[in-house]
């Protein structure tokens, strides 16, 4: 079992059996990001077994960041959450964020992610509606597997 991280501009593999593309779009705030990686990649580990999973992480451009934060993405090879429909990947795990507004809609950073879950929608299987509250929380998205 090998779990790797994917670089910015490599393209997906060859599709095999033993292969899962995973596209994590970490909305951490930033003093969080390299213990959610951490978190992800030991359960991945632990899973996983004899399949070659494939991470690759995105972000969303409207989350405030700091200094420190906007140099860990870009450290780490986070890719933006517009490319996650040419990535195309097996599942998408996206990860919740501390609401500011009483309205999650009202946040900044709400227009990119719906966006982002329209065009993961397109070929997932068990997408519903996005959570009321993104808080304390993860969603997967998984394409449906071809017959």
């Given at each position: 079992?090998?779990?790797?991280?994917?670089?910015?501009?490599?393209?997906?593999?060859?599709?095999?059996?033993?292969?899962?593309?995973?596209?994590?779009?970490?909305?951490?705030?930033?003093?969080?990001?390299?213990?959610?990686?951490?978190?992800?990649?030991?359960?991945?580990?632990?899973?996983?077994?004899?399949?070659?999973?494939?991470?690759?992480?995105?972000?969303?451009?409207?989350?405030?960041?700091?200094?420190?934060?906007?140099?860990?993405?870009?450290?780490?090879?986070?890719?933006?959450?517009?490319?996650?429909?040419?990535?195309?990947?097996?599942?998408?795990?996206?990860?919740?964020t501390e609401p500011r507004a009483p309205d999650p809609r009202l946040e900044p950073y709400w227009?990119?992610?719906?966006?982002?879950?329209?065009?993961?929608?397109?070929?997932?299987?068990?997408?519903?509606?996005?959570?009321?509250?993104?808080?304390?929380?993860?969603?997967?998205?998984?394409?449906?597997?071809?017959?």
């Amino acid at each position: 079992m090998a779990v790797v991280a994917a670089r910015a501009g490599q393209k997906r593999g060859l599709r095999s059996e033993y292969r899962i593309e995973l596209g994590i779009l970490n909305n951490m705030p930033d003093a969080a990001l390299e213990r959610t990686e951490q978190q992800f990649f030991a359960l991945l580990a632990a899973a996983a077994q004899d399949l070659l999973v494939r991470v690759r992480f995105f972000s969303l451009s409207t989350i405030p960041r700091d200094s420190l934060g906007r140099e860990h993405l870009k450290r780490h090879a986070y890719a933006s959450a517009a490319e996650i429909p040419d990535w195309n990947p097996d599942a998408l795990i996206v990860t919740g964020t501390e609401p500011r507004a009483p309205d999650p809609r009202l946040e900044p950073y709400w227009s990119e992610l719906a966006h982002t879950r329209l065009h993961s929608t397109t070929t997932a299987s068990n997408a519903g509606a996005l959570p009321k509250s993104v808080s304390a929380s993860s969603t997967m998205w998984c394409r449906a597997a071809k017959p």
